[in-house]
């Protein structure tokens, strides 16, 4: 057989030449006729064969699939692009959370704090003069009152204290009860001169000798403040009340301090509206 490309002979079973390569298109017929002569080729021709696919396989096949491989990576990258969109998804929804939750307990704390905060601003509308002193005074001193440390004294002259020898020792409850008077009383003296707060006028009566030293000692720029206050005793006659009250009361002037002991004889009054201080006078035992 003749390749029609180069006219030299090849065997007839190749499929191409292979002095130039060309692919030959000879019929099968042909192959027939030259049997006897190319029996000992077909053998070459299988040989020739297998030696080109090796020589084609090693340099396309092992150099074109490690290349798929190096560009995997970046295949692979993108595959995983939606594991971190889910745990980005997830991220999103604790933070959500965690924000609703503290929303919540500041809520809850502000509600708590407002609550509280309107407990504590209506209760000195409810007592704000009665409270500093009607709890500790029961406690303070009722057991000087009960020990009846009397300084009265029929003889004795007191100042504007009329029918104080006709009176007699009041009971118990009325020693106590005349104690939280006097506490309370002192306590709004102290608002009235330190801050000017004329809540004491409730107590007092005008045209009595206690309302007029009230008007008289505002004038006195001073601060004051007590060291001590002890109901001693008290007697009562109707309607009308004689305390026996121990007091120390430090007085804070721009240059100095004074310490002020005090022995007096409280006057109570009641009318219609309640007790009320009509006058105070030294205690004629300590002169």
């Known amino acids: 057989m003749t ?33 006897p002569k190319t029996e000992p080729q077909p053998v070459q021709a299988p040989q020739q064969v297998p030696e080109q696919p090796p020589q084609q396989i090693p ?5 074109q699939t490690p290349a798929p491989q190096t560009f995997q990576p970046t295949e692979l990258s993108g ?18 959370i965690l924000i609703v939750l503290i929303l919540v ?14 407990k504590t601003a209506s209760q000195p509308a409810a007592a704000p003069t009665s409270t500093p002193t009607v709890t500790a005074a029961p406690t303070a001193s009722p057991s000087p009152a009960f020990l009846r440390q009397t300084t009265y004294d029929g003889s004795y002259t007191y100042k504007d204290m009329d029918s104080i020898h006709a009176s007699t020792p009041a009971s118990d409850e009325e020693c106590l009860e005349m104690e939280k008077l006097i506490h309370t009383f002192n306590s709004l003296w102290l608002e009235y001169i330190n801050n000017s707060n004329e809540s004491i006028f409730s107590y007092l009566r005008q045209g009595t000798n206690a309302y007029q030293y009230a008007t008289a000692y505002s004038e006195k720029i001073v601060t004051q403040e007590y060291e001590l206050m002890d109901v001693k005793d008290a007697r009562v006659y109707g309607n009308t009340y004689y305390v026996w009250v121990h007091e120390i009361i430090k007085e804070y ?32 035992f300590y002169k």
């Not at 692919?23 to 030259?34: A, G, Q, S, Y």
């Not at 595959?79 to 997830?90: A, I, M, N, R, V």
């Not at 307990?105 to 309107?118: K, V």
């Open 3 to 35: 390749c029609r490309s180069c006219q030299r002979e090849i065997p007839s079973s190749a499929k191409f030449c292979p002095h130039c390569g060309r692919i030959t298109d000879e019929p099968r017929p042909t192959v027939t006729t030259v049997q």
């Open 59 to 63: 340099t396309p096949v092992p150099q």
């Open 79 to 96: 595959d995983e692009e939606p594991k971190p969109k889910t745990s980005k998804g997830l991220l999103i929804f604790l933070i959500f």
């Open 105 to 118: 307990l500041a809520g809850g704390i502000s509600y708590f704090l407002a609550s509280s905060w309107m």
């Open 253 to 284: 002037h721009s240059n100095e301090i004074k310490r002020l002991e005090y022995h007096w004889v409280y006057k109570i009054g009641r009318d219609a509206s309640g007790y009320y201080v009509e006058n105070y006078t030294a205690d004629p």
